[in-house]
């Protein structure tokens, strides 16, 4: 799907988050949104799943506006960045959970969920783990379930907030490949925040750099590298 | 550097945390002491002196007339009071910590502020508030629904005494938890009812369960409040805690104190039912606490 972001701002009370910013976003494109804390993109990706809703500005889902869905409408898979998976449920009631959520009219019977959410540990790597409890897992692991569970709702888009902030620098490095390898296999639009910019430029097809509610630039990971367009870029990418 | 020896052996292991044994065991004994004196022993009398004449005095006590209807009434404010504080607690606890506001801090303020009335005061404001020489009052009483002297100005006392128990047990662990599982579950498709239901209370039950009970036994318990409002009419409106006091007063200290053990009864009753509920999801529990 692609996403369009037509001169969105946000303010929190009297503060400013997001100053007019605009950004085209090509369909199946895995982008990254790079920039210290306080530079507006953990906002931008919160606006574009109807967590947070702009002061200004629309965004539009495949050229039709849908600043106005709600959350539930959007259909965004969202990894959060602590993951906040439910502690209270198995690995399984948790990826269920959006299959569940379902009206009756729509919601698949239980073989069926059952077979979806068998798939979908499959395709994460972790076939056996059905059966435990978030608080039983290893941080590497609780982020591919979170995957799994923003995925079980055929998401039109998937968005990551810091996907891989809380884990050690070998997981990290691994799960930079299997989220390519997801990214590559359903082939949805991909957006995730970081601030690491090895991260960004390693993964990412498009980066947006943004800084203090602006974007600096926006450009495939070789061009920001050759041509840095402000200092601040220029400083950002060679920290 | 040459006549430090190679291997320094200490000689005995001691934890750093540990204090001296004489010093543990005086902390313990001072414990248990202070346990007996302000809390078995005043527990055991209770028994005792309900129990003096016999468990047949006891019981017929209990089943005097004032008896029956002051644990009829001390029930049914528990039923009412109970569960509609339950519901305030956890929408105050729910707008607090899930919402910035003004005010906020204020509003937190406010919840307290049973804690710190004393309830015979809170008493006297309903009294004044809904009482017959009140133009609510006047016009409740007129219309058949006096609140003072009443059942529902009891009910309304407990209330306000017992009000922040639920919403003080919820505020730390909601805010502990943030809300990112919520935001999570609307992420998902479900809709502000079903995460409540599915996220919101299974994360918050254990600290709900606590909230009531103290909830429970302090509305059960609850005399200065009610003492005011209640106009203590025997057979009418005197809870347990006031057929006690007025029983007592007038020297029937078999009937007083049974009632007494009965309150008490009730009271480790929930107990119990904490540390079993307890016992038997201790797995939960900890799965939950692991972090």
């Known amino acids: ?239 | 550097m040459s006549d430090i020896p190679l291997a320094y052996v200490p000689k005995a292991f001691k934890p750093v945390a540990t204090e001296v044994p004489w010093v543990r065991w005086l902390l313990i004994t001072l414990v248990f002491l202070v346990l007996a004196v302000l809390l078995f022993a005043p527990l055991i009398t209770v028994f005792y002196e309900a129990l003096r004449e016999g468990v047949g005095a006891a019981l017929t006590s209990l089943t005097d007339k004032e008896s029956l209807s002051a644990i009829r009434l001390t029930l049914l404010v528990a039923v009412f009071a109970v569960p509609l504080n339950a519901i305030f607690g956890i929408a105050a606890a729910w707008f607090i910590t899930k919402y910035s506001f003004r005010g906020k801090a204020i509003l937190i303020t406010l919840i307290d502020i049973p804690f710190s009335v004393s309830p015979v005061v809170a008493g006297l404001c309903i009294v004044l508030t809904f009482g017959a020489n009140s133009w609510v009052g006047s016009w409740l009483v007129a219309h058949g629904m006096p609140v003072v002297f009443a059942v529902p100005g009891i009910v309304m006392a407990s209330m306000f005494v017992t009000f922040p128990f639920v919403a003080r047990e919820l505020i730390p662990v909601m805010i502990e938890q943030g809300k990112a599982e919520e935001e999570a579950a609307l992420t998902l498709g479900a809709t502000g009812w079903r995460v409540f239901f599915t996220v919101t209370l299974p994360n918050i039950r254990w600290a709900l369960l606590y909230g009531v009970l103290l909830c429970n036994a302090r509305a059960m318990g609850e005399f200065g409040a009610v003492a005011v409002v209640s106009g203590k009419i025997r057979g009418l409106t005197a809870t347990m805690p006031i057929t006690i006091e007025m029983l007592y007063n007038e020297y029937s200290s078999v009937a007083a104190f049974s009632l007494a053990a009965v309150l008490a009864l009730l009271a480790l009753v929930t107990l119990v039912l904490k540390t079993l509920l307890e016992w038997r999801f201790a797995d939960q529990l900890a799965a939950q606490h692991r972090h």
Do not use: C, W
């Open chain 1, 1 to 239: 799907m692609q996403i369009e972001i037509d001169e969105i701002s946000k303010e929190f009370g009297t503060t400013a988050a997001l100053f007019p910013v605009s950004l085209s976003l090509p369909s199946g494109a895995l982008v990254a949104l790079l920039g210290p804390s306080g530079s507006g993109k953990t906002t931008l990706l919160r606006i574009l799943g109807g967590l947070e809703f702009p002061t200004s500005g629309r965004v539009l889902f495949d050229g039709s506006d849908a600043t106005a869905l709600t959350v539930q409408e959007r259909r965004a898979g969202f990894v959060f960045q602590s993951y906040a998976l439910f502690r209270h449920m198995t690995v399984f009631e948790n990826i269920a959970y959006g299959l569940r959520a379902r009206p009756r009219a729509t919601r698949p019977p239980e073989a069926e969920i059952s077979r979806r959410v068998n798939k979908l540990l499959d395709l994460i790597q972790l076939p056996q783990i059905g059966a435990r409890y978030p608080t039983q897992l290893s941080g590497g692991q609780r982020q591919r379930v979170a995957l799994a569970r923003a995925l079980a709702i055929e998401p039109r888009m998937l968005l990551l907030d810091e996907p891989f902030g809380a884990l050690d620098a070998k997981v990290r490095k691994e799960l930079r490949q299997g989220l390519r390898d997801i990214h590559d296999t359903t082939g949805l639009t991909t957006v995730f925040v970081t601030h690491d910019q090895d991260e960004a430029m390693e993964l990412a097809d498009l980066v947006v750099v943004m800084s203090m509610g602006r974007i600096e630039q926006i450009g495939r990971p070789q061009d920001i590298r050759a041509r840095p367009a402000t200092a601040f870029v220029r400083d950002f990418i060679s920290a």
